[in-house]
DNA sequence: ACTGTTTACTAAAACGTTACACTATTATCG
DNA sequence: CGATAATAGTGTAACGTTTTAGTAAACAGT
């Protein structure tokens, strides 16, 4: 049905061969001007355009990396797609988004369909909790390079991930700085591999400044606005005695400061809060939100740079890269800290 | 390198053909079960995955619907996407997503790449004002079946969207019925193909209780929260007189809130808001927001639906469809309908 | 015992490319 | 002038699958 090469070849006089080779700009062989003028011509002229299939076949490259990701929930992770949809983008190969729309069962149909020869590499960018190194099989076993924006239990394969712990533990020292004691954490389920480092940087912090760690202000919050809320109102219910809440992740935080606001206290007056990654709407939340900024940029290119290393040089063994970057302390409303320098003035 | 139907075929010492049968799982013809189970356990044993390259090539069908986008910043075209991708997957269809991540010119090339023979039909999520029918032609000149979520100039193709004018005129109305009669508009500008249809709906909303239009109240806004930040300004700089503001979207719905709490005014006590769209950070604002909601399943269901009917029946001339669905009006806070029930008690 | 039918399977040709190994033709040089 | 080299191309075999048209064997019917 489309136009082939043989078409073109026809209408233009010259071999398959050469049609082939002037239209993917192969500079090496040798086409005269003239023939290569003609070919592209009537390529145009017939309105031809290559079959990906055909060619993929053909070279056993498709020149497409997977992205995959479980949910479009959260707005970092978004724009982590879409840093890293830009970088592939820029060298020349092309994206192939897939997302599980929040099932895991959709994620191991996913794999498979990835690995039918689908695409070159792989960047997975929500992995835990819902990947398992089993699931990534069918992708080890045919060499298809894959990086992580989280590692992989029981998997050797790079990652480049962002340093929560240390994040965590910023975000608690800084309101520890502004006088704070007694510090809410709402954190993620065991099942997410992010929450065990949150804990581990809120409890450094704590030790560091000797205070014994109170288990009651350590509470399990759903994702979401929603998760936050809930998460927020049972810390707020069970003991009205702390000053600070530090959040999951800036949506978690946004639902934690309704839930705060609903019991009649208001932010930072009464209840401080942080939050982690700076999303967009944080800076336009009622009380602009404190955060951890994740370092977006820098995560996806050098998540595409580990990758694009392993595709040209197939053969070598690379040594696994586990990199891990710091975020970075943004201050605003939702902290007390500018409220505190305003008094002070 | 992977496995072939030839390397089973050598294996479980059949024709190459036999295999592809079995695998396939085609009911018709006949092959004995005891072949047939050995033709799947050698396929389990060497663990074959079909190559969709190689299918697709010689089948000149892909099993593939592209899914096109031009960003991911709103959050109502996201669970557009998720919807759509999960009633795709029903159908035993895969979905490959391509978002232009905000270029017009990314636009351009997703499309082209589709074109080359990638997919059996295209559904456009947020088409205007990024997409040109020139851009589409591509994908129609090889019967590449398309549905939009939104009508395109110049080009008749199948479209299920949502009835935006009389959603609005439906907010504006819940907004006179609650005694404003100076109400905002914050709508896109002329670029975008919702603007139009919004402001139409304000219009009849006013004029059928006879009430003057102010031009001055008609701003246009920036997407996403600051953009509805900035216009929210401007509106409640040049004229304090509102009482009522309704927003192009939840989003920057989100953001107007946050600039008339800045400029020390209360929502809904001093100003009213209604957003459009219903996500879900709209139940959790400061001030839960007032909204029409899209039929957002009920839309995707349906564009999922058209597609499927033109493709499974390539060659029949399937009359154009243009559907329009109605939003819902969801009372919350913001249009301060709540606040006004609860005095009247 | 012959035709005809059913059953179980297979050979070979596509699909549109690319890659490899060639062949003409023309130019260069001692 | 003949030999060599450079230039400009071409023919054909893959890539892994599906599809079409077939064959070989077993079986039934008269």
Chains 1, 2 share one sequence.
């Not at 975000?171 to 954490?185: A, C, F, N, P, T």
């Not at 480092?197 to 919050?221: K, M, N, Q």
């Amino acid at each position: 049905m489309g136009v082939t090469l043989k078409d073109i070849a026809r209408e233009a006089g010259v071999s398959v061969t050469t049609v082939s080779l002037v239209l993917r700009k192969d500079p090496h062989p040798m086409i005269s001007v003239k023939t290569r003028q003609k070919v592209v011509d009537v390529a145009l002229k017939l309105k031809y355009r290559h079959n990906a299939y055909a060619r993929a076949l053909r070279t056993g490259k498709s020149q497409l990396i997977g992205l995959l990701m479980f949910d479009l929930d959260s707005k970092i992770a978004i724009s982590k797609q879409e840093t890293i949809d830009s970088a592939i983008r820029s060298r020349g190969y092309h994206t192939l988004l897939q997302t599980a729309a929040g099932h895991a069962d959709n994620m191991r149909d996913i794999i498979l369909e990835l690995a039918s020869s689908a695409v070159d590499g792989v960047v997975i960018i929500q992995p835990a909790p819902f990947v398992s190194a089993e699931m990534l099989l069918p992708l080890v076993e045919r060499d298809i390079p894959i990086v992580t924006l989280e590692p992989i239990e029981g998997l050797d394969i790079d990652c480049i991930t962002v340093n929560r712990k240390h994040g965590v533990y910023l975000g608690v020292s800084h309101l520890m700085g502004l006088g704070h004691r007694k510090i809410g954490l709402l954190h993620a389920d065991a099942s997410d591999p992010h929450s065990a480092p949150r804990i581990e940087g809120y409890r450094t912090a704590l030790d560091e400044s000797g205070i014994p760690v109170d288990e009651s202000l350590l509470i399990e919050t759903g994702l979401g606005c929603k998760g936050g809320y809930e998460a927020a109102k049972r810390l707020l219910d069970q003991s009205g005695s702390c000053t600070a809440i530090f959040c999951n992740d800036d949506e978690v935080a946004i639902g934690a400061m309704r839930a705060i606001l609903d019991a009649g206290l208001r932010v930072p007056d009464d209840i401080a809060i942080v939050g982690f990654d700076d999303i967009e709407m944080g800076v336009y939340a009622t009380v602009s939100l404190t955060t951890l900024a994740q370092p977006v940029n820098d995560l996806a290119e050098r998540a595409v740079e580990i990758l694009f290393k392993r595709l040209d040089a197939p053969e070598e063994n690379l040594p696994i890269q586990m990199i891990g970057l710091e975020p970075r302390l943004v201050v605003r409303e939702s902290c007390g800290a500018l409220l505190k320098a305003n008094k002070r003035l």
